[in-house]
Antibody, heavy 120, light 113 residues
Framework: QVQLVQSGTEVRKPGSSVKVSCKAS????????INWVRQTPEQGLEWMGR????????FYAPKFQGRVTITADESTRTAYMELTGLRSDDTAIYYC?????????????WGQGTLVTVSS | DIVMTQSPDSLAVSLGERATINCKSS????????????LAWYQQKPGQPPKLLIY???TRESGVPDRFSGSGSGTDFTLTISSLQAEDVAVYYC?????????FGQGTKLEIK
């Protein structure tokens, strides 16, 4: 049973960046993908991208391409999501979520969420 | 991009009664070579992350009570709670994984009447 634990609440100013971590326990780290999903009242749940540790590659939703970087460190079983050029509408709860190794997958484990507030 | 649209946006059902939530995709999410519908359902309670209930449109995740069931194919799907319990109050989301640009429905808020 995979469990995901995320880093804590962040407050950032517009134009800055934020890096959220997601530590996995249980399972074989490179046998699944770590996805990042954010939630806002306006947009609901939005998939941002995923890391595929076994291929050491990441894939991003076009909306976030160029602003988001998703990485995974197999030695520490930790995935990271960095978002740059923050705007007020990036204020959201950011979740990491475990997906299967296949490219089409559901998410069967979620982190507890990290609130990121962007405000001047 | 595949757009997922749920109906209704909110729903109030009496305890013990059936609750039905609909999800429609903007294109078919039935993959012909596998004959599987690439759809999942989640439950989200306040202050918690979403929890997986169903995948492949109708396969219940381990540990999910059998009062939850999923049905449908192609573009139209349904989540049914056969006998509503108080702990089922939550927001429910559908998600397509037919394309790797995953997308979710806007959510349906389920309350007790």
């Amino acid at each position: 049973q995979v469990q995901l634990v995320q880093s804590g609440t962040e407050v950032r100013k517009p134009g800055s960046s934020v890096k959220v971590s997601c530590k996995a326990s249980g399972g074989t780290f490179n046998s699944y993908t770590i996805n990042w999903v954010r939630q806002t009242p306006e947009q609901g749940l939005e998939w941002m991208g995923r890391s595929v540790p076994i291929f050491e590659r990441s894939f991003y939703a076009p909306k976030f391409q160029g602003r988001v970087t998703i990485t995974a460190d197999e030695s520490t079983r930790t995935a990271y999501m960095e978002l740059t050029g923050l705007r007020s509408d990036d204020t959201a709860i950011y979740y990491c979520a475990k997906g299967g190794a296949a490219s089409g997958t559901w998410f069967d484990a979620w982190g507890q969420g990290t609130l990121v507030t962007v405000s001047s | 991009d595949i757009v997922m649209t749920q109906s209704p946006d909110s729903l109030a059902v009496s305890l013990g009664e059936r609750a039905t939530i609909n999800c429609k995709s903007s294109q078919s999410i039935l993959y012909s070579s596998t004959n599987k519908n690439y759809l999942a359902w989640y439950q989200q309670k306040p202050g918690q992350p979403p929890k997986l209930l169903i995948y492949w449109a109708s396969t219940r995740e381990s540990g999910v009570p059998d009062r939850f069931s999923g049905s449908g194919s192609g573009t139209d799907f349904t989540l049914t709670i056969s006998s509503l319990q108080a702990e089922d109050v939550a927001v429910y989301y559908c998600q397509q994984y037919y394309t790797t640009l995953y997308s979710f429905g806007q959510g349906t808020k389920l309350e007790i009447k």
